[in-house]
Each structure stands twice: as C-alpha cells, then as structure tokens.
C-alpha cells in the first residue's frame, strides 16, 4: 500500500484547468471558485490551465470564452495559461520514459474486440507497432490511499488491475491522464481542489506519480453540482453558459461552496468584494460528507 502524505512545507500551488469543450457553466465556476478560495486562503498561486489535449473535441473560441468569463468573476491567473497542445513534445517524451521502463504496452485492439469486456482492457494483447496503435499502461495491483480535505481517507484497491488505460490514442493524441500528471508536476502543482467526478481518475495518477518518482499532489474533490435527475450538470446535459461578471450568479455559487451573505451585506455589493470575503470564510471542511449539491429551485435557470 502506497500513502501519499501532505505536503504543508511546499509553497501553495492549485490550479484550475479547464476542457475548452464549451462555454463556462454553472458547475465549472463552482470548481473554479473551489480552487481559487483555497489557493488564496492559503496565499498561494492559482493557475490556469487549458486542457486541450484531446484535439478533437476542443475549440479555442471556447478557451478564450472561458478565459474572459473567468476574468469577470475576477478569477486570474498568477502565471501563463498553459495550453496542453503546444506541449505534445513533452508527454512524448514521458512517455518515452515509460516505454524504456516497459510500462506500457502497444494495443491495436478495437471497440469491437473490447466489446465483450465492456470496453475495459483487462489484459495486455499481442499487438503490434506495425499497426495503427494505442500506448496504454500496465496494469498493476498496487493499492493507494490519501487523505482527501473534504472526502476523507480515499482508498484504492486494486483499482488498476481490471483496466489498462491508454496514455496516447491511436490518433496520435494524448489522454488526460497522462498530461494531467506531467503538468501537475511541472507546474509544481502542490493541491488539487476538483470536482468528484474525478476522483475515479485519481489511482491511476497516483500509478503513474510513483512510476515516475514524483510526490503527488494533495487532493481534495469538492462535491458536485447536480440538476433534478442526479447528475452532474455538464455540458453534454446542455448546462447553459453564465453571464459574465454577474455578481447574483457569483453569489449563488459560493452559496454551494457553503459561503453565504446576510441581507443588504457591504461585502455582497461586488465580485471584488465579495471574493476577498469568501476567501476569508472558505472551509473546505463545512463539505465534508456531502454527496453531491442538487440545484435548488431558484437557481434552476441555469441549465
Ligand atoms: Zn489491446
């Protein structure tokens, strides 16, 4: 069993990194505000980054959309927006690395053939580079834990061994979980604050941190914001995009982020205002044990 230990002596780094697949919603400026709050409550950089990996489903309208959008809820970047496609270079050579370490191996298998396990790899196959071929990882039994601000102790057993991720599709891009890990580390990121929808994705970065040799950073996976069904909003449950700079959405987003204003409250009359407040009383600990946040009526234009 792996534990991964905080970090309080590193200087703070968080950062917010978008798919530039649409418009911000609703859901994603809670996410965006969850890690900003606890980057500055800790006095520490915030960064955006632009994951753009997957070239085929990101446009950059959207990513100067979202960059805009955040800007007028007073969300700014401490340093250059990394864009993750000008970095292709880089996770190739990461995943070269893993290649020497035969950490990986080559797939040619199809949807087809991975029907009967449900589109799971359970196994490695006998493919070949001849072949247009993916690059997935090792699978591996290894159990992690950490410890989790808001969700408590996360436990991952044997996670790995019914699937072997693909770290470079046949196509030639990228995964997420490849350059998510690479530039966490690069951009010395010390604290994740995300949504819980991720947290499925955290044993396999916490493979590949120790593949690698790189301390992880801490986690902290804010509950999400779900419409009248239960699901997350998203983009593809056709969650509208936010007006920008509209301080009543501001205010009912850091009200799910369990930071709330009296009536006629000074510090409620500005996004300025009313971030410096939010800093101050931002605990990610009054969320603990809180499965997901469903939409209350009155905020229900918003998908
Ligand atoms: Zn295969």
Same mark, same amino acid.
């Not at 490849?178 to 010395?188: F, G, K, S, Y």
């Not at 986690?219 to 056709?238: A, E, F, R, V, Y």
């Given at each position: 069993m792996v534990t991964h230990h905080a970090t309080n002596d590193t200087h703070y780094r968080g950062r917010f990194a978008p798919s530039p697949t649409g418009p911000l919603h609703f859901g994603s400026l809670v996410s965006a505000l969850a890690s900003y709050l606890d980057a500055k409550k800790h006095h520490g950089q915030w960064i955006v980054r632009l994951e753009d990996v997957d070239g085929s489903r990101c446009k950059t309208q959207y990513a100067e959309q979202i960059l805009h959008t955040l800007h007028s809820y007073g969300l700014v970047s401490d340093e250059l927006i990394r864009v993750q496609s000008q970095h292709s270079d880089q996770y190739e050579q990461y995943l070269l690395l893993l290649k020497k370490r035969h950490a990986v191996f080559a797939c040619n298998c199809t949807r087809?053939?991975?029907?009967?396990?449900?589109? %799971?790899? &359970?196994?490695? @196959? /006998?493919?070949?580079?001849?072949?247009? =071929?993916?690059?997935?990882?090792?699978?591996?039994?290894?159990?992690?834990?950490?410890?989790?601000?808001?969700?408590?102790?996360?436990?991952?057993?044997?996670?790995?061994?019914?699937?072997?991720?693909?770290?470079?599709?046949?196509?030639?891009?990228?995964?997420?979980?490849?350059?998510?890990?690479?530039?966490?580390?690069?951009?010395?990121?010390?604290?994740?604050?995300?949504?819980?929808?991720?947290?499925?994705?955290?044993?396999?970065?916490?493979?590949?941190?120790?593949?690698?040799?790189? %301390?992880? &950073?801490?986690? @902290? /996976?804010?509950?999400?914001?779900?419409? =009248?069904?239960?699901?997350?909003?998203?983009?593809?449950?056709?969650?509208?995009?936010?007006?920008?700079?509209?301080?009543?959405?501001?205010?009912?987003?850091?009200?799910?982020?369990?930071?709330d204003f009296s009536p006629g409250d000074e510090q409620a009359n500005s996004i300025e205002s009313a971030l410096t407040y939010a800093i101050r009383h931002w605990q990610p600990s009054r969320l603990k044990g809180i499965k997901d946040l469903p939409l209350e009526q009155q905020d229900l234009h918003f998908l």
């Open positions: 087809q053939s991975l029907a009967d396990y449900h589109g %799971q790899h &359970p196994h490695v @196959c /006998h493919s070949t580079t001849d072949l247009a =071929h993916s690059w997935r990882l090792h699978t591996s039994g290894q159990a992690y834990c950490c410890e989790d601000a808001i969700q408590g102790e996360l436990l991952f057993e044997n996670d790995l061994a019914s699937n072997a991720p693909v770290l470079k599709r046949k196509d030639g891009y990228f995964s997420y979980q490849l350059a998510v890990v690479v530039d966490d580390h690069l951009q010395q990121i010390t604290h994740l604050v995300r949504g819980a929808d991720l947290i499925d994705t955290t044993a396999q970065q916490l493979y590949l941190y120790d593949l690698f040799g790189w %301390q992880a &950073p801490e986690m @902290c /996976h804010i509950p999400l914001i779900t419409n =009248h069904t239960g699901d997350k909003i998203s983009k593809q449950n056709h969650a509208k995009a936010i007006q920008n700079g509209h301080l009543p959405t501001l205010l009912r987003a850091l009200h799910y982020l369990r930071i």
